[in-house]
């Protein structure tokens, strides 16, 4: 099946800090979603983005399928966007599943 | 609008008991999924559903866990019998058709003793 990584799997931030996510994978895709998990397990939908770049706040996502990567911005982070962050991919062929790497571990200190 | 409802919230049994979740999906929502999420690791999709029919279950442990979504709203998801690695946290996500968007309900999380 396909595989995903992401890295680094675990952030430390300084409140204010920029930080920048990745997550690679091992074939083509056709959906590609970001979730935040908070410390209290409620996941989050951040961003779907199979190609391109959107932005929402201070967060923005970039998807180079080509290059089978994407990444993740944080800017000016804050407390609340400690958790983990999960990229989640499925395959470009028929009705495959989401598959989710394993997290990136950020937690934004004051 | 109302988000994904799931319940309950906390479950523990012993080992060998049987135990069922509930999940109420986003209003008007076509797909559901059943995840199983181990401490440290990313969800794992257990069985998505496609209004009432099955589109992908190939990772459900047939021989111990069956779900079904009767009328193409709600879900249950069972567990008969439990084993200790059945211990996890089982997330239910709704979208609106398949290949969009998921939205997660909070869970539920299991201890098997």
């Known amino acids: 099946g396909i595989q995903v990584e992401q890295s680094p799997p675990d952030l430390i931030l300084q409140e204010g800090a920029n930080s920048t996510l990745r997550c690679n994978f091992s074939?083509?895709?056709?959906?590609l979603q970001w979730f935040h998990q908070n410390p209290w397990g409620q996941l989050i939908n951040l961003f779907y983005?199979?190609?391109g770049t959107k932005q929402n706040g201070r967060l923005s996502a970039t998807t180079v399928a080509t290059e089978r990567y994407s990444l993740l911005y944080i800017s000016s982070s804050q407390t609340t966007d400690s958790g983990v962050y999960f990229c989640?991919?499925?395959?470009?062929?028929?009705?495959?599943?989401?598959?989710f790497g394993k997290g990136t571990r950020l937690s934004v200190i004051a | 609008e109302a988000g994904v409802a799931q319940s309950p919230r906390y479950k523990i049994i012993e080992k060998r008991q049987s135990v069922a979740f509930w999940c109420n999906p986003i209003?008007?929502?076509?797909?559901l999924y059943w995840y199983q999420q181990i401490l440290g690791q990313g969800p794992k999709l257990l069985i998505q559903?496609?209004?009432?029919?099955?589109?992908?279950d190939s990772q459900l442990p047939k021989d111990r866990f069956s779900a079904e979504r009767l009328k193409g709203v709600d879900s249950t998801l069972k567990i008969q019998p439990a084993k200790l690695e059945d211990s996890a946290v089982y997330l239910c996500?709704?979208?609106?058709?398949?290949?969009?968007?998921?939205?997660f309900g909070p869970g539920t999380r299991l201890l098997v003793l």
């Open positions: 559903f496609q209004n009432n029919g099955v589109v992908d």
């Open positions: 989640a991919v499925a395959r470009n062929s028929g009705n495959t599943p989401l598959v």
């Open positions: 983005i199979p190609s």
């Open positions: 996500a709704s979208s609106l058709e398949a290949r969009v968007t998921q939205y």
């Open positions: 074939d083509s895709v056709n959906n």
């Open positions: 209003s008007g929502h076509a797909t």
